[in-house]
């Protein structure tokens, strides 16, 4: 099995926003609520000569999740000095509506402390997707005459994509907090062209950009799920 990784979440940004809310004082742990949802469901293709044009718009874009890492380092409190690594993971197979409000893959659940140095990983595999692609997005090309015609991009190969914490992010747990992870579709699709797109091959019809179809696109959007290593983390 073909397997590639994504760092920091599909598409060159991933911002991952902290909001917190005070526990139950009954319990003893903390719980990391972890969304994704896809933003730019609408935006122009270049052209060859680097020119605007109305282009893409998406509605429909999901993710079948396996697995969720979380690795940090942790501190008793905020005033103790040394620390220890940590990996907690959440295990389930998922599929994420990624343009829906409610995309919640799973939970974390985090034991007293202070979190440092935080990272998430996701991971998708084919093996538990069956018969649904692990990736998928689908919408429509509007081209320079005015025709729309469907496309798809439907990724078949394990994947992962990790997203980590910059700027002095912390999480305490004496608190729990849902964390969201914005996966940017402009910045999937940076690099196709309108000229790439006047030439893609039809399948009834549509643009399917696959690893059987259209490769040499599939390779070029595959190629933007690795150029960034980090993510931004803010807390309200």
């Not at 689908?138 to 992962?160: F, K, L, M």
């Amino acid at each position: 099995m073909k397997k590639f990784k994504i760092l920091t979440a599909f598409a060159v940004v991933a911002v991952m926003m902290f909001a917190s809310c005070k526990k139950d004082t009954s319990s003893s742990s903390s719980t990391l609520s972890i969304r994704t949802q896809a933003t730019n469901k609408s935006f122009s293709v270049l052209k060859s000569a680097s020119l605007a044009i109305p282009g893409f718009v998406w509605d429909t874009c999901y993710i079948n999740v396996s697995k969720i890492d979380f690795e940090a380092k942790k501190k008793e409190s905020e005033n103790t000095q040394g620390s220890s690594s940590i990996d907690y993971e959440w295990k389930g197979i998922k599929k994420i509506d990624l343009f829906s409000i409610n995309s919640v893959i799973g939970e974390i659940i985090l034991q007293p402390g202070v979190y440092e140095e935080i990272s998430l990983e996701i991971k998708a595999y084919k093996a538990d997707a069956g018969a649904s692609p692990v990736f998928y997005l689908s919408g429509t090309y509007a081209n320079a005459t005015g025709t729309v015609i469907p496309i798809r991009v439907i990724v078949n190969e394990d994947i992962a994509f990790k997203a980590e914490a910059e700027g002095g992010t912390v999480l305490n747990a004496v608190n729990n907090y849902t964390s969201l992870i914005n996966l940017n579709l402009a910045l999937l699709m940076n690099g196709i062209l309108q000229s790439d797109l006047d030439v893609a091959m039809l399948t009834n019809g549509k643009i399917v950009i696959s690893n059987t179809s259209n490769i040499l696109l599939y390779n070029k959007i595959k190629g933007n799920f690795n150029s960034s290593d980090h993510a931004e983390f803010t807390k309200d």
